[in-house]
C-alpha cells in the first residue's frame, strides 16, 4: 500500500509557481522555455523508429487549443459554508493564436488564452492533481488531448496546493466534490458549455489518482479510518476526523458522468482497501519504477489487484519515477521525485504518457480499433512494461 504524501515540496518548487503567473506575452525565461514536442509524423521521434500510428497519439493532433481560466462555487457537503475553487480548461479551437499561456513549468505549446471554441461537442476529460501541487501540474497531457479533440478540465483543490500544509480530513471529500462541481459549473458555462460532450473520463496524479478512483466509484474502508483515528495513529486523515468526515465517506463520491479512469502513481489506497474492487468502468493504470515498482510487479500492485474489468491495463514505466508524468522532470530532471539526470529521457517519458492516455481514451470510450491493437500489441518503447487482463 502505497500513499504519496508529501509534508511541504521544496521552496524551489513554491517559487516557480508563484512566480509563473505573470503576463501570457512576456518572453520565455530561459530556463523554463518550451521543449518543443509539436513535431509530427513526418519528422517522428528517432527512438521509435519508421512512422506509426503511436506517432499520431504521442504528437500534438489537428486541432488549435484555446486556454481558460473560471472558477465555480458551490456548498460544501459537510455544512461549513461555500467553497470557491478556481479551474482551468483546454479546448479544442477554431483557430490559433500567437500568444501562449504561462503555465508553473512550461510554456503552452499549441494552446491560446480565450482562443475561439470550435463546433462542439467533443468527449470530456477531467484530471486532478496531486497533493500539494497545482491545476497546471501536467500541462503536456491536457494541451495534448486537447488539441485531438478533447475537452480538458483541471479545478484547484484550495487547501491541497503547493502553498498549503498537511492534508487535513475534509480534503478527502472536497477533492472529489471539487472535481464534480468544476465539471457541472463548465457544462454551464455559456462559451464553453456547448463543447462538452461524452464520453467523459476523469485522470488523476498521485494523490489525484485517489480522487480519480473515488468518482469512479471506489468505496472506502471507514471502520478502519475510525478505529485507527481513535487508537491515535499518526495519519493525517485523522486530523479534525469527524462523524461528519466518516459518513460523507461512507456516502461515496461515484460520478456517474465519468467512464474510465486514467491513473498515474496514484496513492491512498489504504483509504479504499477492498471498496477498490467498486470501480467497474476501465482503468489504465500507469506506474512508475522509481515509485517501488520493478518489473515484473503487477501482482503486487494493490489498485491493479482490486480491479476486474477486462478493458483495465497496467504500465510501468521503467526507469521513470513519481513526477515523470507530469510537467516537471522535464524541467528539473533528478528533483522532486523525478530520474537522475542522464538516467531517463523525461521528454519521452511525457510522449509515452501522453501517447497511452489518448490511446487507452480512443479504445476504450471511442471503439478506435488501431488504439486497441497499439495497447494490444508489442510496447512501442522498451522502457514499458504493459500487463493486460
Known amino acids: 500500500m502505497r500513499s504519496f504524501a508529501r509534508p511541504a515540496l521544496a521552496l524551489t518548487l513554491a517559487l516557480f509557481v508563484l512566480t509563473a503567473c505573470g503576463d501570457d506575452d512576456a518572453p520565455v525565461d530561459a ?9 509530427r509524423r513526418d519528422e517522428g521521434p528517432p527512438d521509435l523508429g519508421p512512422q506509426t500510428y503511436a506517432d499520431e497519439l504521442g504528437f500534438f493532433g489537428s486541432y488549435p487549443v484555446g486556454f481558460r481560466e473560471l472558477e465555480v462555487t458551490y456548498e460544501r457537503p459537510d455544512g461549513e459554508g461555500e467553497r470557491t475553487i478556481p479551474y482551468v480548461v483546454w479546448y479544442p479551437a477554431a483557430a490559433a493564436g500567437e500568444i501562449h499561456p504561462r503555465h508553473p513549468f512550461r510554456r503552452g505549446e499549441v494552446s491560446s488564452p480565450d482562443a475561439e471554441p470550435a463546433t462542439g461537442p467533443f468527449p470530456t476529460l477531467a484530471f486532478s492533481h496531486g497533493h500539494q501541487a497545482v491545476a497546471e501540474a501536467a500541462t503536456n497531457l491536457c494541451e495534448h488531448l486537447a488539441s485531438h479533440g478533447w475537452v480538458v478540465l483541471s479545478p ?15 480534503i478527502y471529500y472536497l477533492r472529489p466534490h471539487d472535481v464534480s462541481e468544476a465539471l457541472t459549473g463548465l457544462q ?44 491515535g495513529a499518526d495519519d493525517e486523515i485523522c486530523t479534525d476526523f469527524d462523524e461528519t468526515a466518516a459518513d ?43 515509485d517501488g515498482y520493478p518489473a515484473g510487479s ?84 522498451p522502457s514499458l512494461e504493459i500487463v493486460h487482463r
Open 156 to 170: 484547484t483543490h484550495v487547501g491541497n496546493t503547493t502553498v498549503d500544509g498537511p492534508r487535513s480530513a475534509d
Open 31 to 39: 530556463d523554463l522555455g518550451p521543449v518543443d514536442m509539436t513535431t
Open 188 to 231: 454551464a458555462d455559456p462559451t464553453i458549455g456547448p463543447l462538452v460532450g461524452t464520453p467523459m473520463a476523469v485522470a488523476g496524479h498521485s494523490f489525484g489518482g485517489y480522487t480519480a478512483f473515488a468518482l469512479a466509484g471506489a468505496t472506502f474502508d471507514v471502520d478502519t479510518i475510525v478505529a485507527n483515528c481513535e487508537g
Open 248 to 290: 460523507l465517506l461512507r456516502g461515496g463520491f461515484r460520478d456517474e458522468r465519468f467512464e474510465a479512469v486514467v491513473s498515474m502513481g496514484a496513492g491512498d489506497y489504504r483509504r479504499f482497501g477492498a471498496g477498490a474492487a467498486d470501480v467497474e468502468v476501465p482503468v489504465l493504470l500507469m506506474v512508475a519504477e522509481g
Open 298 to 381: 503487477a501482482p503486487s500492485d494493490d489498485y491493479w489487484n482490486a480491479f476486474s474489468n477486462d478493458d483495465d491495463l497496467w504500465i510501468d514505466f521503467l526507469g521513470a519515477d513519481h513526477n515523470t508524468f507530469t510537467d516537471v522532470c522535464v524541467q528539473f530532471p533528478g528533483f522532486l521525485r523525478c530520474p537522475e539526470a542522464g538516467t531517463y529521457d523525461d521528454v519521452h517519458g511525457v510522449y509515452l504518457t501522453r501517447l497511452h492516455a489518448l490511446a487507452f481514451l480512443r479504445s476504450r470510450l471511442l471503439g478506435d480499433a488501431d488504439a486497441t491493437a497499439l495497447l494490444a500489441g508489442t510496447p512501442v518503447d
